[in-house]
């Protein structure tokens, strides 16, 4: 549950899909017995389009699968994975649960985070990185393991890790 | 034992639905609707006695067996979890990115068994290359007739979608689940009704596992004896995926018929391979975070199976095996096993809610070196007060196998960090934190 990491921020521009991210709507909409049913996928589509999850986005998914705001709010603040503030262009996610944790994922924040000049949850001032800790990836037999953005990267240790934020650093 | 499950891991496009219809896939999707009658597929699944490997070990072919004979009108769900969140788990990861297809099919067979046309698969949100990879198949097995309005010339339709979860672990709980694909928060609900009579949008619905469905496609190919002769017993048996992790020197997803001795598991040259840097076993995590963990000396002839693990006072769970060695910490084990149950808590229940943060931070201040002696026992009477029946779901009660299971077992750990204010074994036992 994720409502102590984040909070909804009234930010953004008031926010209506792109045609493109309307046709996905309408296309998942056909999947399912209920509007209600889409919000998931829905907000997926939003964050795909804009990086992140605005009070104004929130609210034009609200109108479109006829939901109160309120609900949706509830359902983003419970979900880990919706950011609600925007993020760097790479999101390094380090697992630490047990598995990761016994393969020095600590070790691997904390070499990250001075690397990077950030702490957990923070973003560097070039809009680059941002670091968050998560819960079990299921990487486990590969620990610790990574996700940067929708990508693995597994197991990692503070060299190959160098080398991924150099890369990642020149390409973003 | 001959690879069944993951027999086409590793091989070059195994995603692919050319690789496994040559493979012979989705023959026995074939065989059913050409000669089995729903009921007698059910009745084939019971007879395997296919339990559930998501972790709850529940007869697949029974619980299809609950649901109304007589629907009323309303659609029958199939909902495949595959939200994997069990910290040490990842089998469901590996079935899914290399063999889409025999859950697609597996998934097939079980709809014509519980006579179910529109099932879900729930992903959890992490395993993007995952659902890219089902979507594809999917798209595939819709192209080749394998889904879709009537199947191969049948009478019996079937769509499946791939729906992503965002990030919950308790949406791994059957009803938790049913609850995400409706659109809300993921917390589960009051049972009963069980989800077989009124499950997703109060329509009958049937919840299982991937790797349950992926065995549910064997034995349609191999038959239910084929099945029940993998394994100690009956009530025990069927190719088994085992994910271990840990402090060994080969982690990975090993296939073996039920039942392989945990000992086995670790040191088996075809397995993990003993432990790394040749240290000795602490302590086993036998069934994921929310298995109570077992000593050395339990792990000594205990055969991996439903009962096998139940009779150690343990679970065999999602088949997690997470090794811990002698040098590693108990109390700073179940202090980050603790600050996983802590995050993860949906909220709904005040024990839960309020006994995760409280086990996290008793063990938190024990492992700072700042605990008090009667911590210990603290530890031990929240414990008490969060499971057994204070909560709606069984969330509690997992939560608290780590540090009970740890201050029964390895008591002294504990009253040393009290003590001596650091840890007794491995590289901060030397630093004097006081």
Redesign the interface.
Known sequence: MSHTRYHVEQAGQPRKFPAEAMARIEKILKRYPTKQAALLPVLWVAQETWGWISKEAAEEVARILDLPPSHVDGVLTFYTMFNLKPVGKNLLQVCTSISCHLGGAEGLIEHCGKKLGIGLEETTKDGKFTLVEVECIAGCDRAPSMMVNDKYYEPMDAKSLDALLERLARES | MEKVLTRRVGQPNSRSIETYVADGGYAGLRKVLASMTPDQVTEEVKKANVRGRGGAGFSAGVKWGFLPKDTKGK?IYLLCNAD???????K??LLMENDPHQLLEGMAIASYAIRCR?AYIYI??????GARILEKAVAEAYAKGFLGEKILGSDFSL?I?V????????CGEETGLIE???????QPRIKPPFPAVSGA?ACPTIVNNVETLCCVKQVIDRGADWFMKLGRNEKNAGPKLY?????VQR???YEAAMGLPLKDLIFGADYAQGMKGGRKVKAV?PGG?SAPMLTAAEIEDCPLDFDGVAAKGSMLGSA?I?V?DED?CIVN?AQ??S??FS?????QCTPCREGTPWLYKVLTRIEQGEGRMEDIDLLARICNQMANGMTICVFADAAIAPPLSSVTKFRQEYEYHVTHKRCMVGARAQLVTA
């Open positions: 659609p994997e969140s069990e910290p040490g788990t990842f469901d990861r529109t959890r949100g992490e395993f993007y290359d769509d979608t729906h992503r979860g965002a990030g919950a672990y308790i995400s694909i409706e659109g809300k928060r993921g949008f994910c271990i992790s840990g402090q982690p990975g997803v995590i975070a997690a997470i811990i590693t084990v980050n096993l600050k996983f995050h993860e808590s949906c909220g």
